[in-house]
């Protein structure tokens, strides 16, 4: 068909003129003149390309529909049309009218106006165009009213009469439909659309139905983007105002209602901790225990709110009370929500109240009298408890809330619900540390010392270092009372002229070690003697070791502060037992836990009232003494010990004689602190030997606690089962970590030699020991570590109540009867008889230790005897029992 035909060519005339209008000309439209002769040249195929060329590149779905209909009028010159979209998922697939009646001339802002005004809804299946969507075939009817599909409704309502349609399913590049579009009555006076406007429409659509899925996914994309740069901002917003809720609130409502489009926003706040049931489960739990899997009590359902923020013209903040929850048609749908845990969508609020039975008995009072549809979302926490509720009221257009709608809603629900939490988080941390701050004033009022133990103190007599053999390193507290364990801590700052030096208030600094003492708590090992004891050892080694040339007198300082202070509420356990009990110590600090808390004590009391004797000291030494005092406090963990311990090695085998810099001077400091907090190893025996049966029942106390709360068995050393095994677990420690240190630290500090000889005399003694109780030979009992058993050989109870059986030898020559002699075959068996756990009638301690008293004490001579055996048995088994007899008598000889 050429442009010779006049009607065309007015059609033609016309798109150009549409395309000026839009400003979307297309290019070969543009370049060429609208010459008769130039119309001529071009063909039907020409304006067709043209025409799809217009709508191709065209990604505003607003845009591009209008250009759908009003091209479509123009070539098949219908008098107007209705372009509709499908929307939903199968079953319940509908169409929405986008455009409605446009005609040629109707401009694009009106055309929206109208569709928006009228929400038009067909589901498939229903209707002409519903019809034509389900069958995805086109529908020519000749005369509508005549066909039953026909709805004149629209036509009653407008005034317009229908003739002819002409329905066409748009389906994209997979063949699903995307819409329908519709085109009603001819303008050139025609009676039917004919076949030819059929393939023409058909052939147009086909390309729009591409055009319609870019745009849609283009439309996607940029509300996708835009979601995205909300949900960006949320996020920002979350962590801008975790101080406060209703700020946060503010911002989540108000992105909200400008990005859904809808009239008013609210959100309630639940009401947790109202009813009595969840104070009472909180008082019921008991202190220190973990919470048990199923709770006490039930927990309570969701019953009330005490919150409401709404931002509709204005933004308000309510407090609700429960008569409010009972009058608000709002809170009663929220509080159905909030009950169900589930997103509500309500289409007409009027007939969910009718369904719900709810009765307003005030109309002039009702919240929800302009309502119409209302989208309602759960808040969530963390923990998926619910709440609040978050309510989206009346969308823009009067429509319901879509599925879309209901996703993004969604994701507000969720930052919504974070943010939420996060503050009342940080409101609940607040609380806590107020109520921690309140529990710190009134532990620091009872950690302190009374200002009488404090006078006493400051008017008593401080004796001489001398008379409390200070500057010995065998100096021990079995003989001190607790008075003067104070008046001997107050000598050693006196001594080493602190309290002059860094102008220390004599009543601050006895004030300050009574409360020290005060904070020690009363376990077998770890108490204020024990600090009292590594405190005496830093002072002898820095005085009569000649520590003190190395280290400044503000480290001095720090050193004897950090040893007094070192094992600060010490509970009795160790990091370990910390750790597998989950403690709250444990969760505040993941390694070196007891020795973080001990420093935190200790500031705790320096920072308490007239106890912080670094008051004089300037900024700057105050920052210097408290890392000298932090550092060294936890380098008395061992396992810090163990990390620097070959570092510290390296320097003194590389001849290392400048100490002065901070990184070797925090290794010196740290492997000093080690030395004086093990430094018991290097006592006297009796001292050593009494210290170890308090450190063995502390620790023996710790493996009766993991038994009993952890259900595990605890290590060698802590297990009372096994305290028999506690001389050769002295000796591994003295191996491990004391004769290495007091070696290193000997021999590059001549002064304090005393320390390794000390150790290395008390670990013959515990190697003694480790024999005998290898032997069978010594023993602890039930409940203490006991004396030696020489100790009890060294007395001269007599013997009695021992039942011995005594085997003799055959003999060629018969033993005297005034002899008196006793032989008996130093076999091991005999020594096994006496182990614990064996069978044996020996079981008490005094007749064990008669029985060592009794045996090899015939008055015959050794050789007489082994001539006795040689006698009868042969050489080789002589031989054999001769070796056992020597062995087994060498061990006893510290006995006997």
């Known amino acids: 068909m050429n442009f010779n035909d006049q009607n065309l060519a007015s059609r033609y005339a016309l798109i150009v003129h549409n395309c000026a209008a839009t400003r979307t000309i297309p290019a070969q439209v543009r370049s060429r003149s609208p010459s008769s002769s130039a119309q001529r040249q071009l063909d039907e195929a020409d304006l067709f390309m043209d025409l799809i060329k217009d709508v191709a590149n065209e990604l505003d779905i607003d845009v591009l529909c209008h250009k759908i209909l009003v091209n479509v009028c123009l070539l098949t010159s219908a008098d107007r049309g209705s372009l509709f979209l499908a929307k939903g998922t199968p079953p319940n697939r509908y169409l929405q009218a986008k455009l409605f009646d446009v005609t040629r001339d109707t401009d694009l802002y009106d055309a929206l106006s109208i569709a928006r005004t009228q929400e038009i809804r067909i589901p498939f299946g229903v209707g002409v165009a519903g019809l034509a969507a389900q069958t995805k075939h086109p529908i020519n009817i000749k005369n509508a009213y005549a066909d039953p599909r026909f709805n004149s409704e629209i036509d009653a309502r407008t005034g317009y009469k229908t003739e002819l349609i002409l329905c066409m399913p748009i389906c994209n590049c997979e063949g699903d439909v995307v819409g329908v579009a519709q085109i009603i009555n001819k303008t050139d006076g025609s009676k039917e659309f004919s076949a030819r406007d059929v393939e023409v429409f058909r052939r147009y659509l086909t390309f729009c139905g591409i055009g319609i899925q870019n745009a849609q996914l283009f439309e996607s994309s940029v509300l996708e983007y835009k979601r995205n740069q909300i949900l960006l901002a949320l996020a920002r917003s979350i962590f801008e105002e975790q101080s406060n809720l209703e700020c946060l609130v503010t911002k989540i409502m108000t992105e909200a209602r400008e990005l859904l489009k809808c009239e008013r926003c609210a959100v309630f706040i639940l009401d947790t901790d109202h009813c009595e049931s969840s104070h009472l489960e909180r008082i019921v739990q008991r202190p220190g225990g973990r919470p048990s899997g199923t709770p006490a009590l039930p927990p309570p359902a969701p ?48 007939e969910w109240r009718k369904e719900n039975n709810m009765v307003i008995s005030d109309p002039t009072t009702d919240d929800a009298v302009n309502v119409r549809t209302m989208l309602c979302m759960p808040i969530v926490n963390a923990n998926k408890d619910v709440i609040g509720v978050a309510q989206l009221i009346n969308k823009e257009n009067g429509s319901q809330f879509t599925d879309g709608d209901i996703s993004i809603f969604e994701a507000f629900a969720i930052f919504c619900g974070l943010g939420i939490h996060n503050t009342q988080m940080y409101e609940n941390a607040c609380k806590l540390m107020a109520k921690q701050k309140v529990a710190l004033e009134c532990l620091s009022y009872h950690a302190t010392a009374s200002a009488e133990d404090t006078k006493k103190l400051c008017d008593d007599v401080i004796p001489s270092a001398e008379i409390y053999n200070l500057y010995s390193y065998k100096f021990h507290d079995f003989d001190l009372s607790d008075e003067d364990t104070c008046r001997a801590t107050l000598r050693m700052f006196l001594q080493c002229n602190l309290v002059e030096k860094f102008h220390i208030p004599y009543e601050v600094l006895c004030r300050w070690i009574l409360s020290v003492k005060k904070n020690y708590r009363p376990v077998k090992y770890h108490n204020w003697r024990h600090a009292l004891n590594v405190a005496q050892t830093m002072f002898a080694m820095l005085k009569t070791g000649k520590m003190e ?71 700057c030494d105050y920052k210097d003494v408290m890392r000298v005092v932090e550092t060294a406090i936890l380098s008395t963990d061992l396992a810090m010990y163990f990390k620097k311990k070959s570092k510290f090695l390296e320097l003194v085998e590389n001849g290392e004689f400048d100490w002065q810099s901070q ?8 492997m000093m602190m080690t030395a004086c907090d093990v430094s018991a190893i290097a006592k006297p025996w009796e001292v050593q030997h009494k210290v170890a049966k308090l450190v063995a029942d502390e620790f023996f106390d710790q493996g009766d606690l993991e038994k009993l709360q952890l259900n595990q068995q605890p290590i060698a050393m802590m297990d009372r089962e096994k305290k028999d095994e506690l001389p050769q677990m002295q000796v591994g420690f003295i191996d491990m970590i004391c004769l290495p240190l007091y070696k290193v630290l000997s021999d590059t500090f001549p002064w304090i030699q005393p320390l390794y000889t000390g150790t ?4 013959q003694r515990w190697q003694d020991l480790a024999e005998k109780v290898e032997m069978g030979l010594t023993w602890i009992d039930h409940d203490t570590i006991d004396k030696p058993i020489e100790e009890f050989t060294a007395s001269n109870e007599a013997i009695k109540d021992v039942e011995l059986t005594v085997t003799t030898l055959n003999c060629t020559r018969p033993v005297s009867d005034s002899s008196n002699m006793a032989l008996v075959k130093p076999i091991k068996t005999s020594f096994h008889s006496l182990r614990r756990g064996k069978t044996s009638n020996l079981s008490s301690r005094p007749t064990r230790s008669k029985l060592t008293r009794s045996l090899y004490a015939a008055p015959s001579s050794r050789e007489e005897r082994e001539r006795t055996v040689r006698e009868e048995k042969p050489a080789t088994e002589v031989a054999s029992q001769t070796n056992k007899a020597s062995k087994h008598k060498g061990r006893l000889c510290h006995m006997l």
């Open 760 to 763: 290395m005399e008390n670990r």
């Open 303 to 350: 019953t009330r709110f005490h919150t409401l923020f709404e931002l509709a013209a204005k933004h308000s903040r309510t407090t609700l009370t429960p008569r409010h929850d009972i009058k608000s048609t709002l809170a009663c749908i929220a509080l159905a929500v909030a009950r169900s845990n589930k997103a509500l969508n309500i289409s007409d609020v009027d």
């Open 549 to 619: 040339r190395f280290m400044s007198d503000l480290e001095i300082l720090g050193l004897l502060v950090a040893c007094l202070c070192h094992d600060l509420d010490h509970r009795g356990t160790n990091n370990a037992f910390q750790t597998k009990t989950e403690s709250p110590l444990a969760i505040l600090y993941s390694t070196s836990t007891m020795e973080h808390h001990h420093f935190d004590q200790c500031v705790m009391i320096l920072n308490s009232e007239s106890n912080n004797i670094f008051q004089a000291l300037s900024p």
């Open 663 to 670: 990184e070797k001077k925090e290794l010196l400091c740290g």
